[in-house]
């Protein structure tokens, strides 16, 4: 048993998940099981985009919960993942974010490993002079660096360590999965990132997206300018399995006539942008959906608002520390004026986004007055008790009973 298996005496203590007690969110123990269980476990962490290492040598650092991982493209174009931990003295082998190498180095000792993760190099190996070095039963091939298994998906890049985890589409379903198709239906390019700190557990960014009851009160710009509201159509989709998530909302078909692009007015007569270009909506996906906010559990969300494309990857930095980052996207192909309506209508979202700085915040205000009593609990009653779709209504809790789904069985309690 593990040290973090040992620390912990939790069970769950209700029958399902309409309820989960406040310690969930400041136990440094069930944290630290975390970590082993569910990033570590049978899921699927995302960790980059095959656009971010087009190029052999190629290589960006990452996370899978809060291990460091290393993600490169090999000589021959196959991707790799790997612990960012030297084999010899457990030292960070890629310190930089990015870049582009023949091999890795370990700057502590000077260990080297290939694109792969294999040590391929010893400094002082032979010792100095006939004295010294490493005795004949080291072995190199057993001593390189802690590989994933990989899988890429339409350009995301997932990597697992256990080899229990099914195959993505399995993992995710077929249904969901083909909502990442429409997202991305192109060769991805990388507009830019943000990048914030949540000063709270990873779990309630996670919860927060699969929130849909929230997004019409909490961002008070959606209602206002008709990004997001009740009475819109759409609905929520559940994975068969509940852990994942997709919720979205769409504006009434305009019928035959092609549309190349609708402007969002202000419903509210007394508020006006200054800049109305930030809300056009060119319809480029086939479809009339505004908004499409899906979730890969554990730490992934897949994000169309408007023209706004991007992936978020949530990285747990301690029991009430979350790091967020968000790579804004278009696609290859598209033109300077796609371009810059795409990084105007990101000014929605990121840090200070006029429809998700309350999210920056909200989830700071749960760890704080979590900490009062971690055995009450927080309830989740929005359309009952069941872990299932809803077509035509966003009013329901569904998806986050269907997180702490997930989250049981991965942790076993």
Known sequence: MSSASAAVDFAW?????????????????????????????PVWNFLALECEIPNPGDYKTTFAGDAPIIVARAKDGAINAMLNRCAHKGALVCYKPKGNVAEFNCVYHNWTYDLSGNLTGVAFR???????GLSDEFEMKANGL?????????????GTFSDETPPFVDFIGAELASNIDRVFPKKLKVLGYHCQVL???WKLYAENNKDSYHASLLHVFHNTFGVVRPNMGGGVKISDNGWHHLSYTQRESLGDEVVAKEKVRSLQEQYKLNDVTMMEHKLELGDQVTNAIQTVFPSLVVQQILNALAVRQIQPKGVDRTELVWTILGFEDDDADMQELRLRVNNL????????????????????AAKADPEAMTIMPMGGRAIEASKGSRITEAAVRGFWKGWRECMKV
Do not use: H
Not at 13 to 24: H, I, K, L, N, Q
Not at 349 to 368: F, H, K, N, T, Y
């Open 13 to 41: 203590p209700f029958e399902d998940t309409s309820r989960a007690p406040f310690r969930v969110y400041t136990d440094a123990d069930i944290y630290a099981l975390e970590q082993e269980r569910i990033f570590q476990g």
């Open 126 to 132: 032979k010792g100095v002079g006939g004295k010294g």
């Open 146 to 158: 802690r590989q994933l298994r990989v899988e890429t998906y339409n350009g995301l890049i997932f």
């Open 199 to 201: 000063p709270n557990n």
């Open 349 to 368: 979202v990121g840090p200070a986004g006029l429809i998700s700085m309350e999210d920056g915040c909200v989830g700071g205000w749960v760890q704080r």
